[in-house]
């Protein structure tokens, strides 16, 4: 698509997914580069990134947000609620276009940056997914939780979080630093009180370091400025991030599953969101391929859990994110819940 068409699809999506903010900002910038403005000439060289895979119109305003963070645009910060702000449409609209004319450089250097929130939300439904084990007969070992396109790793922290439920019964860590309030609806799970991590292990062709400085500004500057909610799980996960280390290796998906061995007396837990659909059609086939022989080397002794929280494209405009699960020995697929971009809620079935 065009980077016109590209703006609009991105509106509509953060419209759908609850950023007012960034839906009427991206509908200006599409305005914008329609009539020949100053949208276009920053993104000028970039225009192969307007496929939604790789979400240009995200990397162009996490770059203005990290501006923002970084109090290198007081007059555009009067507008961002993640400082302090109060959005409002044509007096935003024009101090994000001056900051553009004026400072195009600094904006165009995180552009080959591609958008890593880590989002913290879908932790909802990959612990979620991980308490139906024990129904499955897959409950009694110890659990070395694995995660592809991990970023910073947050969400191999997900058992230090809390959870609360529709009923208000709450999941997870005794003494979370991190509570997803309403994070599941539907069918009632069940704790696993025995349940032990013995190993986090994650990769990302562009790890976030969250122990820096440079990494928490990263993490932050992609998380929309007008969901507050989003921003104070973020800070609560990178405090929970601050008391336990996790390994996360820079290291493609492919390479690394290729690596990845099952250990006996444990179950391997792969599980991955909202990822899956920024790997190439063949590197997606050389991965379902390894996953596969990775199932078939499973015993009873050693088990391999995949776990996925991922986007279905059911009609043009219409995305599901399914949350799925297969369990080797056997292997047979379940669907056992759905959920939405940013994790909270998940349904489960």
Known sequence: MDLTEHFRFQARACADMGSPMYAELLHRCADDVSSGGVVGD?????ERLSGTTSALALRLLGSVHRLVLERRADELAMYYPSVGGAWELDGGWEAFARLLRGRPEDVREWLDRPPQTNEVGRSAALYGGLLHLPALGAGELPVRLVEIGAS???????????????????????DPGLVLADAWRGRSLEP????????????????????????????TAYVWPDQRVRLERLRAALRVAAGLAVEIRRQDAVSFLQELRLREGTTTVLWHSVMWQYLTPEDRIRAATRIEALGAEATPS??????????????????????RLRSWPGGAERVIGETVGHGVPTTWL
Do not use: Q
């Open 192 to 219: 696993w009180p025995g349940l032990a991590v013995a190993e986090r292990l994650g990769s990302d062709v562009a790890p976030v370091d969250a122990s820096t400085t440079e990494g928490r500004l990263v993490l």
């Open 152 to 174: 910073a790793g947050l969400n191999l922290r997900a058992d230090r979080f809390g959870y609360l439920d529709g009923a208000g019964r709450r999941f997870g860590s005794d």
């Open 42 to 46: 920053v993104l000028a060289g970039f």
């Open 302 to 323: 050693h088990r391999f859990v995949h776990l996925r929280a991922e986007p279905v494209l059911d009609l043009p405009d219409d995305v599901r994110f399914l949350v």
